[in-house]
């Protein structure tokens, strides 16, 4: 049902957002404003409604959610509403439910957010029109002997692993489909998928895949060794990390989760069994929005 374009008419729309300022209250209430008009019932996030109650007007009582079950197979599209970082957080909350998800960019570089808050009603007129496509997203998941993140083990931008503090280096062996593919000494290591390369993995050097690449990104965390290099990978490929330090712990990051692991606890890494549906504008090309997010072609001398 989710995957099915449709225009927002008799839609059931969610609103998810996690901090709300005062300088983007009018967009908010320009979002809902919008969206009323066009939609049968909205959804909103239960702890995002309470910090919007008495500052936006809602013409109608929405429902409030805040578990993935209250909202799967109810909602046609859901609107997350802030930055990269409240996308990642909607997929947790989304999982495998199929919702697309779109994102108003309250924030400043915005990869996965592209929708600006200077175009919401002209990108809610588009998906009303069904000027828009559902792009697939491949996640990774991580598997361990112990049940790290219950069953939010997934990430749809990277997993990394790093050192809890700033005095210690860690030796992470890596393994690809069992065989030996390196000892990274370094301060980290960061596992990302092609919608993930645009994020932490490209502030360390990492190259960008294009989202529909069946491949997995390696890319090091300040390598002690200068000759070791970003590396590409199949998809369907499984990565083994064991870590090792002077530490007796270090750092696993999923997306915005974390938790700490002991030393010599070996992760496994695979292709998540399901994908994350994004909604993006049939106008929002990758190629254009990367010439645009990071400057391409700007000549600051003009």
Known sequence: ????KKSLY???IALFGKTVTDAVLPFIQELV???NSMNECTFIYQPYYVSLQNKIVFPASPVLFTLQAEIENKVDCLFSIGGDGTILDAVDLIGNSGIPVTGINLGRLGFLSSISKEHIISAVQSIQNGEYKIEKRTLLRLDAPVHLFGSSNYALNDLTVYKPNVMSMLTIKTWINGEFLNAYWADGLIVATPTGSTAYSLSCTGPIITPDSENFLITPIAS??????PIIIRDDSEIRIRVEGKNSEFVVSLDSRIEKVDQGVELLIRKADFKINLLRLTDKIFFQTIREKLNWGLDNRN
Do not use: F, G
């Open 33 to 35: 404003d919008a969206l």
């Open 10 to 12: 008799s839609m059931n």
């Open 224 to 229: 002690h060794n200068l000759t070791v290099r």
């Open 1 to 4: 049902m989710h995957a099915e």
